[in-house]
């Protein structure tokens, strides 16, 4: 029973660790991107740049790497935790008061973990593989064109409208995650507990709007 516990503990801190680096990436790759919200030509031009730069960047490609793997670890370890926990789960109870004890979200991370990693294999097919692998026309720089990319998916409707719907989820998935990470690494002290819960909602919201706040402005530009 010992053993058990503790590799649930193992595997909870891997989740915790890997959530806040993937948090940590949201917020870079928002900084980069809020270059979309410059005018046309300049966020042209300097969002091909900085693609640019990124792309030929060995401690970027190293971090790609460490992503990836951060992103997979994730996904893994959500699955065999919750499959673990169901597995457990040996009593079932008739009347199931979960719901007057927990947040709806909490009660549905899977299917909002879900919904999220079809998102983002979308995500990374439109954008990161045409980027690597396909033929993009170069702008007057020289450089890939990922802004002409960027602006003929964000035209669509239908794409625009998914996107704020996964950012909605990502939202209630990074409330509960970031929360959870803060419990399981010994942060959610009773002390400093109101500050956490803040700045959870405060990080949680700004990264998510400003994702879906992206698609929404190329597509009304447009």
Same mark, same amino acid.
């Given at each position: %029973? /010992?053993?058990?516990?503790?590799? @649930? =503990?193992?595997? !909870?801190?891997?989740?915790?660790?890997?959530? =806040?680096? +993937?948090?940590?990436? *949201?917020?870079?790759?928002? $900084?980069?991107?809020?270059? +979309?919200?410059?005018?046309?030509?300049? $966020?042209?031009?300097?969002?091909?740049?900085?693609?640019?730069?990124?792309?030929?960047?060995?401690?970027?490609?190293?971090?790609?790497?460490?992503?990836?793997? #951060?992103?997979? /670890?994730?996904?893994?370890?959500?699955?065999?935790?919750?499959?673990?926990?169901?597995?457990?789960?040996?009593?079932?109870?008739?009347?199931?008061?979960?719901?007057?004890? #927990?947040?709806?979200?909490?009660?549905?991370?899977? *299917?909002? /973990?879900?919904?999220?990693?079809?998102?983002?294999?979308?995500? *990374?097919?439109?954008?990161?593989?045409?980027? !690597?692998?396909?033929?993009?026309?170069?702008?007057?720089?020289?450089?890939?064109?990922?802004?002409? +990319?960027?602006?003929?998916?964000?035209?669509?409707?239908?794409?625009?409208? *998914?996107?704020?719907?996964? %950012?909605?989820? =990502?939202?209630?998935?990074?409330?509960?995650?970031?929360?959870?990470? $803060?419990?399981?690494? /010994?942060?959610?002290?009773?002390?400093?507990?109101?500050?956490?819960?803040?700045?959870?909602?405060?990080?949680?919201?700004?990264?998510? @709007?400003?994702?879906?706040? %992206?698609? +929404?402005?190329?597509?009304?530009? !447009?």
């Amino acid at each position: %029973m /010992g053993q058990r516990k503790q590799q @649930t =503990l193992s595997r !909870k801190n891997w989740m915790a660790f890997t959530g =806040l680096f +993937l948090c940590l990436y *949201l917020v870079i790759h928002l $900084a980069g991107n809020l270059q +979309l919200f410059l005018p046309e030509e300049r $966020a042209h031009r300097q969002f091909n740049l900085y693609s640019h730069i990124l792309s030929g960047n060995l401690i970027i490609k190293a971090i790609s790497y460490i992503l990836f793997a #951060s992103i997979i /670890g994730h996904v893994v370890y959500a699955i065999i935790i919750t499959v673990a926990n169901n597995r457990a789960r040996k009593v079932r109870y008739y009347y199931d008061r979960r719901g007057t004890a #927990s947040k709806w979200y909490s009660r549905n991370m899977g *299917l909002l /973990g879900t919904i999220i990693f079809i998102f983002l294999v979308m995500h *990374l097919r439109d954008f990161w593989y045409v980027y !690597k692998f396909g033929q993009l026309p170069m702008d007057a720089d020289g450089h890939k064109d990922l802004y002409v +990319l960027v602006v003929g998916v964000y035209s669509e409707l239908w794409y625009v409208i *998914l996107y704020v719907i996964c %950012m909605i989820a =990502l939202c209630y998935h990074l409330l509960h995650g970031f929360f959870s990470a $803060a419990r399981t690494l /010994g942060l959610y002290h009773p002390r400093y507990a109101q500050a956490i819960r803040i700045f959870g909602w405060v990080f949680s919201i700004v990264i998510c @709007t400003g994702f879906a706040a %992206m698609p +929404l402005y190329v597509y009304c530009l !447009k």
